[in-house]
């Protein structure tokens, strides 16, 4: 099969392209990502974890980051997880060597608990995971003033999330799941920033082979049974990008302000943890916190 757009062999089947014409595609798609979102000439923190999605992520900032005034920074956490942080942090440190950028390392065993702590027979430490990710993830970039945290989130995570909150009625939290959400430093709470929100995992995984980028291709040994996962090869895979891209232009109407109904941050109506000071909605300290001394 040959390029669309020229005599070369394609690389990438869907769209039929060569592998020069499929990084000008990924390139491009970044780049649009940020005029719609007029983000520019600010300070952002990529986090990154040694996969494939953030490792494209850093690679593509970089190379742009130039034309839109970004100054960029790497921040990861060793979750204590035997191996897999193990090898996650290798390979990030191989790629900030790449980049030549800055790298925050943050260590779990620094903090109360490390991640095998929150499994169990019948639990997995998943949810702990994400919320001790984000918490630690924007606590760096306000301590580190950075104006915007910068995410590997792709389409299909996406329109995992999409669908999940509209099959269970979480309608809040969908509607705080937009694509860029600004700082908000009275709340110590900095930017959210998802520049590959309409591409692939598959596109991801092509580009970081493309640019040799470092990855870990393993899975976390927790997500075994996860169902994120299970969706995704599921009803995810038997959708077309452009069906998956529609979900989420359809979503991102939803989460358009109207009369009387809150949107962004305001729809989890956010307030200082009483404990350490940092965001949440929370009716007393917040879950991190929660988390760390052990109620959860």
Do not use: W
């Amino acid at each position: 099969m040959r390029c669309k757009l020229c005599t070369k062999p394609a690389v990438y089947a869907p769209l039929r392209f060569c592998s020069e014409h499929f990084l000008a595609y990924y390139e491009k798609k970044v780049r649009h990502y940020f005029e719609s979102t007029h983000v520019k000439g600010v300070k952002v923190l990529v986090g990154v974890s040694g996969g494939k999605d953030s490792g494209a992520l850093a690679d593509i900032l970089m190379r742009i980051k130039d034309d839109l005034g970004l100054r960029l920074g790497l921040f990861t956490i060793d979750l204590g997880i035997p191996d897999y942080s193990v090898k996650g942090l290798e390979k990030v440190r191989e790629l900030a060597e790449k980049e030549n950028v800055e790298l925050i390392v943050e260590s779990l065993k620094d903090h109360d608990r490390i991640i095998p702590e929150f499994a169990g027979p019948g639990r997995k430490p998943c949810g702990p995971c994400g919320t001790i990710k984000r918490y630690l993830l924007n606590k760096a970039a306000i301590e580190h003033g950075y104006d915007y945290i910068a995410t590997g989130h792709n389409l299909d995570d996406e329109f995992y999330f999409a669908m999940h909150n509209l099959l269970h009625r979480n309608v809040d939290q969908l509607r705080r799941g937009a694509k860029l959400l600004p700082p908000r430093p009275e709340l110590k709470l900095a930017g959210r920033l998802k520049p590959l929100y309409y591409l692939t995992e598959k596109e991801n995984r092509l580009y970081c082979l493309l640019r040799k980028i470092p990855h870990d291709a393993d899975e976390c040994p927790f997500s075994v049974d996860n169902p994120q996962l299970a969706f995704k090869a599921g009803i995810g895979s038997s959708l077309s990008r452009e069906e998956k891209k529609n979900v989420l232009k359809s979503v991102q109407l939803l989460q358009q302000p109207v009369e009387a109904t809150a949107t962004g941050e305001e729809a989890g109506l956010l307030h200082a943890c009483p404990a350490c000071g940092y965001p949440t909605t929370s009716k007393d300290e917040c879950v991190y916190c929660k988390l760390m001394a052990g109620k959860r």
